[in-house]
């Protein structure tokens, strides 16, 4: 399958914890990132997903926040992924931003290029990508 979500995380599903209607699903990346889904029971069931099994977070770069300065901030999105700038290309209206987590796995995000301009964004900076749980899709080999 080829799809158009830029970041494509591969791990292990480590914890499920179903509700009424949707489910909260923690996948643990090779790096022990983890990644906090929000999907629906019917999806758990249908992909079959169970603690041990692999799953692939798919995440659209434009569904991606970045953070500057956030030490201590506390958010009400689950996932914030800490690392360094190791990309960033400018174009007129927005701007691509690559963050390198300490595992080496790379978080991709475009934000408006006054965002950019606005948070100091450059190569080297550190940064956080903050993604909501409901945005994250979740996949399972086939």
């Excluded at 209607?21 to 997903?49: H, M, R, Y």
Aim: aromatic residues 0%; neutral net charge; charged residues 15%.
């Amino acid at each position: 399958m080829k799809i158009s979500a830029r970041n494509q995380f591969h791990g292990e599903v480590t914890s499920i914890t179903l509700g009424a209607v949707n489910a909260e699903v923690t996948v643990t990346l090779k790096g022990g990132e983890q990644i906090v889904a929000i999907v629906t029971n019917e999806s758990v069931k249908s992909l079959n997903l169970k603690p041990g099994s692999e799953a692939v977070a798919l995440i659209k770069a434009s569904s991606v926040l970045v953070m500057t300065e956030g030490s201590g901030v506390r958010l009400s999105a689950r996932n914030s992924l800490a690392g360094k700038i190791t990309a960033l290309e400018k174009g007129p209206i927005h701007a691509e931003v690559s963050i390198s987590l300490p595992s080496g796995e790379l978080v991709h995000a475009t934000i408006t290029h006054a965002a950019c301009d606005a948070l100091g964004l450059a190569e080297g900076a550190a940064a956080t990508a903050v993604i909501k749980a409901p945005l994250v899709i979740l996949g399972v080999p086939g």
